[in-house]
């Protein structure tokens, strides 16, 4: 894959990351479905990601600073890292995901919180629809678990081999402009190390590290 290279992980961090996985889908099944996130208020149907998990909020710390222009937010679900950049930027965001479920709630979210006018969903996988060069910051909080995937819109895990991840990087890269910026979040399980990547924040979890990275397109 070009610009960034992963080391996959090794059995340990595969045999830690079903675990997490396991634990994930059980509080998915059984999480609330309305939320106070950014100040917004968002609604989450059950299945889709919720905003009260490090990532997110890890992600939109690093986010706010940075978005301009047009802004992607790749596997956006219920719309909560869109949503919040899209009112507390005042950016445009097109917003992508798989599943239509969540894709329906992150449409709600923003009529709801008053971005609807700047905030665009879209089905597609990743940015499959997005022209090359078309945006200046894509922010993408992907299944990054390292576990076989138990649906096509599982919003847990990337596949063991890191097919779903790569996938979503090389995607994220393709639309970015020249000199745009990709943020994105990995677990400390995801991989053994990353290059063509900087580091800027990590989270203890209580079971792993959530990890906020970013890529600039030379």
């Known amino acids: 894959m070009r610009g960034i290279v992963l080391e996959p992980p090794t059995a340990w961090q595969r045999l830690q ?8 889908r ?18 989450v149907p059950r299945g889709c990601f919720p905003p009260n998990l490090f990532s997110t909020h890890a992600l939109l710390i690093e986010s706010l600073s940075r978005a301009q222009g047009l802004v992607a937010d790749a596997g956006t679900g219920p719309g909560s890292l869109g949503v919040a950049v899209a009112s507390l930027r005042g950016v445009e965001v097109i917003a992508t995901d798989v599943c239509l479920r969540c894709l329906r709630a992150a449409r709600l979210n923003a009529l709801a919180n008053g971005v609807y006018d700047r905030f665009h969903p879209v089905a597609c996988d990743w940015l499959a629809a997005l022209r090359p060069g078309s945006v200046s910051v894509v922010i993408a909080n992907p299944p990054y678990l390292p576990v076989p995937k138990h649906t096509y819109s599982d919003p847990v895990s990337c596949g063991s081999k890191l097919e779903v991840y790569i996938k979503m990087l090389e995607s994220c ?4 402009k020249r000199g745009g910026v990709l943020l994105f979040t990995a677990s400390s399980l995801t991989f053994r190390r990353v290059a063509g990547a900087k580091e800027l924040r990590r989270v203890w979890t209580g079971l792993d590290h959530v990890i906020v990275l970013l890529y600039e397109k030379k």
Do not use: D, E, H, Q
């Open 17 to 24: 990351a079903s675990l997490i996985a396991w634990l994930l």
């Open 26 to 43: 059980l509080y998915l099944k059984l999480a609330r479905t309305l939320y106070t996130f950014a100040g917004l208020r968002l609604l």
């Open 173 to 176: 890269m393709r639309a970015l």
